[in-house]
Nanobody
Framework: QVQLVESGGGLVQSGGSLRLSCAAS????????MGWFRQAPGKERQLVAR???????NYADSVKGRFTISRDGAKKTVYLQMNSLKPDDTAVYYC???????????WGQGTQVTVSS
């Protein structure tokens, strides 16, 4: 079963940057698409960025041009570089692994990102 450990969150001022990391284990990393989700208080969890096995990326409209997802197969790690952060980006961020168009049911603990205005 996949195990995911997120890190890199914190408190940052509006306009600042953070880089999130997610270490994956228990899977053949190169066979999985990877994604970053976020969940703000009182809202549903949403997919914000996805990177396919072939490196193709997709982003939610709200983060396009500001966030960049990348992956390192040797380290079995996926990253989310977040620039020009806004208070609306405040949420708990989670990563997940996708196989056969299905995301894993095993979620990590997430990492809190708080953007102050």
């Amino acid at each position: 079963q996949v195990q995911l450990v997120e890190s890199g969150g914190g408190l940052v001022q509006s306009g600042g940057s953070l880089r999130l990391s997610c270490a994956a284990s228990g899977i053949i990393f190169r066979n999985y698409n990877m994604g970053w989700f976020r969940q703000a208080p009182g809202k549903e969890r949403q997919l914000v960025a996805r990177i396919a096995i072939n490196g193709h990326t997709n982003y939610a409209d709200s983060v396009k041009g500001r966030f960049t997802i990348s992956r390192d197969g040797a380290k079995k790690t996926v990253y989310l570089q977040m620039n020009s952060l806004k208070p609306d980006d405040t949420a708990v961020y989670y990563c997940n692994a996708e196989y056969g168009r299905a995301w894993s049911n095993n979620w990590g603990q997430g990492t809190q990102v708080t953007v102050s205005s």
